[in-house]
């Protein structure tokens, strides 16, 4: 039993140039269309929190961007951790019940705080 039968006659032979080419202009439209929808960039900060770190890091040129956002974690300044929440966690899984959601919120709130390696 054939499914299509005439598969031989949408078969083109290409030079490997001609799949690599088509392969980058695919990516150029992609990346192209991806940055007109939506919001550029990062959300604004709230005046008081860029103001706050603006005195930090003016007053204490030694620390960088890790330990200045270590010190805004302890301060209670938490760079949006909901959508971090929802993109890196909650995106991923199925929730089964409220007992399984606090589970996973506690382990990823470990992970967040502790081991998480990208901190910008």
């Known amino acids: 039993m054939r499914l299509w039968p005439g598969w031989r006659s949408a078969l083109a032979i290409v030079k490997p140039e001609t799949v690599i080419a088509w392969h980058r202009k695919g990516f150029r ?3 192209t269309w991806k940055s ?3 919001q550029p960039g990062r959300p604004a900060l709230a005046k008081g929190t860029h103001e706050l770190i603006r005195k930090m890091s003016l007053g204490n040129p030694l620390w960088g961007a890790p330990r200045i956002h270590g010190e805004l974690l302890k301060l209670g300044y938490a760079e949006r951790p909901i959508g971090s929440i929802r993109r890196e966690c909650l995106d991923h899984i ?3 019940n409220e007992t399984c959601l606090r589970w996973t919120l506690r382990s990823y709130f470990a992970y967040y705080l ?3 390696t ?3």
């Open 36 to 38: 007109r929808h939506g």
């Open 118 to 120: 990208h901190l910008a």
């Open 94 to 96: 199925i929730v089964l």
């Open 114 to 116: 502790h081991a998480r």
């Open 29 to 31: 439209l992609y990346w």
